[in-house]
């Protein structure tokens, strides 16, 4: 499956976003799927998780703030961010997840098979 991440941009502190990852292929709705995001300096952490089933988690930091969902008619997957703060400035990634279990999240990247490229989201204070 092949993944493309858009929606990023410059928000200013409390602003929206709605990040949007399109993936390829008829098979979609089989995938776990993840954001994970990578500020300067830092390692790449998961922001939220969605099963196949459409289960989604998110990490602390952000809960009450993101969500994720999918969309598997249209092959896509959503991170709606309100309230932003600087400290959400990052590169976000959409990473797909092949023959998940069913039984648990995936929150470690190196549990994903394939990612996008990443689209920049950068909060002004």
């Known amino acids: 499956v092949q993944l493309q991440a858009s929606g990023g941009g410059l928000m200013q502190t409390g602003g929206s976003l709605r990040l949007s990852c399109a993936a390829s292929?008829?098979?979609?709705?089989?995938?776990?799927m993840g954001w994970f995001r990578q500020a300067p300096g830092k390692e790449r952490e998961w922001v939220a998780v969605?099963?196949?089933?459409?289960?989604?988690n998110v990490v602390d930091t952000v809960k009450g703030r993101f969500t994720i969902s999918r969309d598997n008619a249209k092959n896509t997957l959503y991170l709606q961010m309100n309230s932003l703060k600087p400290e959400d400035t990052a590169v976000y990634y959409c990473?797909?997840?092949?023959?998940?279990?069913?039984?648990?999240?995936?929150?470690?990247?190196?549990?994903?098979?394939?990612w996008g490229q990443g689209t920049l989201v950068t909060v002004s204070s």
């Open positions: 292929g008829r098979t979609f709705s089989t995938y776990d």
């Open positions: 969605i099963s196949r089933g459409g289960s989604p």
């Open positions: 990473a797909a997840k092949a023959r998940p279990l069913g039984t648990k999240w995936y929150f470690d990247p190196n549990d994903y098979d394939y």
